[in-house]
């Protein structure tokens, strides 16, 4: 039997909610998953401010337990196919988001239900008046706030999406690539975000965090009146016209010559580069492992990576950038340098910033950063489900005493 006819059945509201939810899994992890969409909305308003919904319709929530579920509904009932954890639809039920809870790191669903909740925000308030850049680019934001175990800056990104812009504006003119996304309706931007394996994503979070840089007005932010003027119904390219002054072909070249300074100039932020790139390395240790290997050390861990030319995600999407085992900086810790340095003979030399292969005794290896500023962080292994044959996934938290074995839940009492 599958998933849509075993939970026929299975559908509630929680209170204060709007959205009708779906689901095999417990009350508990349902209002977990409610929790993070909540705030994924939150951070949105506080971004794009606040956006009036076109339609009151109730919201539908699908909450699947095991992935297969979750990917044969969505591929039969809503036609969506995709890897992240947590997808916005449309559908003849309505809108909604689905997820799938089990078997996943935690943290890559927090960051797949913020994508979601800004995508299905904005399709809400805005119709078919969306902009697809400002859409995705505000997911990306709003992704990146979440799960990073020392807090990230509003607007901020790791290494690897600062330097996917820069390289592309360095080889490309920036005016022809902003006017190319800016200019794009959604069937446009979906089809070239495939063809260009996300680094239009990449793009649209850059322009974002561009035209966020830019001064304030006393109407609120220009993103802001990019949003409202959009769920007013103005039309995209003449909401950006309007309101980020492209209306000319100097202007295109002007907006453009000034994103490229941005983005050769941006900073990554320390914090959500070492997340990334820990996200990187666990996603590196179960490949390895499922090859039979266990790293002796750091060193190991990343030498076999760069012979496998790892790299994790395949493709760039809102809230993850591609971290490349080719790219040597991956395996450092900002302010620190990869490969070390060799030590002069008789030289006491301190290591700086840098990864390190741990484990709990008996257990696993992991790695965690040591001597990052500001704090350190490590990955743990979990299991999200009591059966002893359940995978362990990856979850980065603070570095607090030594490192732990595998945590998994207790079975219910039968």
């Known amino acids: 039997m599958s998933w849509w006819e075993r939970t026929k059945s299975a ?3 929680l209170p204060g909610s709007r959205r009708v939810y779906r689901s095999d899994a417990t009350r508990a992890q349902v209002q977990a998953v409610a929790e993070e969409i909540a705030a994924g909305v939150d951070d949105a308003t506080a971004l794009l401010g606040p956006l009036r919904p076109r339609s009151q319709d109730p919201l539908h929530g699908l909450v699947f337990v095991l992935r297969d579920d979750f990917l044969d509904t969505l591929r039969v009932h809503f036609a969506v196919n995709g890897a992240a954890p947590g997808h916005a639809f449309a559908s003849p039920i309505g809108r909604g988001i689905a997820c799938v809870i089990e078997d996943v790191p935690p943290q890559e669903v927090s960051r797949a239900l913020r994508v979601a909740a800004v995508d299905e925000a904005c399709a809400v308030a805005m119709g078919a008046e969306l902009a697809p850049w400002l859409v995705a680019g505000a997911a990306d934001a709003v992704a990146r706030r979440a799960g990073v ?4 800056a509003p607007m901020a990104a790791g290494q690897a999406a600062v330097d996917a812009v820069r390289d592309a504006t360095g080889r490309t003119s920036a005016a022809v690539i902003a006017r190319e996304v800016l200019g794009r309706s959604v069937g446009e931007y979906a089809a070239q975000a495939s063809v260009r394996e996300g ?5 649209a979070a850059s322009l974002v965090r561009f035209v966020a840089s830019l001064d304030r007005s006393d109407g609120g932010t220009r993103i802001q009146r990019l949003a409202r003027a959009l769920n007013d119904g103005t039309e995209p390219l003449t909401a950006a016209a309007d309101i980020i002054g492209l209306r000319t072909e ?3 070249s002007a907006f453009g010559d000034a994103w490229q300074r941005f983005a050769a100039q941006e900073r ?16 590196g240790l179960r490949v390895v492992r499922a090859d039979g290997e266990e790293p002796e050390d750091f060193p190991a861990l990343a030498r076999s990576l760069a012979d496998r030319n790892f790299t994790w995600p395949r493709v760039a999407r809102p809230g993850w950038s591609v971290v490349k085992a080719s790219v040597p900086e991956s395996f450092a810790v900002p302010g620190g340098v990869w490969p070390p340095a060799p030590a002069q003979e008789g030289a006491r030399v301190a290591p700086g910033p840098r990864f390190v292969l741990e484990r709990a005794p008996g257990e696993r290896s992991s790695v965690a950063t040591e001597g990052l500023d500001g704090g350190d962080m490590r990955i743990e292994w979990l299991a999200t489900r009591p059966d002893t044959e359940a995978p362990l996934v990856w979850q980065i938290v603070r570095r607090e005493g030594p490192p732990q074995p595998p945590r998994r839940p207790q079975a219910p009492p039968p």
């Open 11 to 13: 559908r509630a509201p």
């Open 149 to 152: 175990p020392l807090g990230s």
């Open 199 to 203: 680094i239009q994503h990449e793009f």
């Open 250 to 252: 100097r202007d295109c």
């Open 268 to 283: 990554a932020d320390a914090r959500q580069t070492a997340f990334e790139r820990l996200a990187f390395l666990a996603e």
